[in-house]
Nanobody, 116 residues
């Protein structure tokens, strides 16, 4: 079983920045594509960014140009740099494999709240 631990969320004003981190307990992700997902109240969980094992990235239209995903395979970690944050980015953010996440391996997530 893989444990995923997300961190780095918080309260930020519109236009601000946050950097999220995700650490996996095993190196299972080293050769797999990883992604950041988010779930806002009343909404389904959505994939917002993914990165392949080779470093190719893909983003949802809603975050393109503002978010940057990266990974460090030596640390079994993936990161999400979020700039120019908007209130509609408010959600709980999770990491997992992408685009097909491990269904029973979701972590606790990290809350991001964008508000003035």
């Amino acid at each position: 079983q893989v444990q995923l631990v997300e961190s780095g969320g918080g309260l930020v004003q519109p236009g601000g920045s946050l950097r999220l981190s995700c650490a996996a307990s095993r190196s299972i992700f080293r050769f797999r594509a990883m992604g950041w997902y988010r779930q806002a109240p009343g909404n389904q969980r959505e994939l917002v960014a993914m990165i392949t094992s080779g470093g190719s990235t893909n983003y949802a239209d809603s975050v393109k140009g503002r978010f940057t995903i990266s990974r460090d395979n030596t640390k079994n970690s993936v990161y999400l740099q979020m700039n120019s944050l908007k209130p509609e980015d408010t959600a709980v953010y999770f990491c997992n494999l992408a685009p097909d996440p491990l269904p029973n391996q979701w972590g606790q997530g990290t809350q991001v709240t964008v508000s003035s």
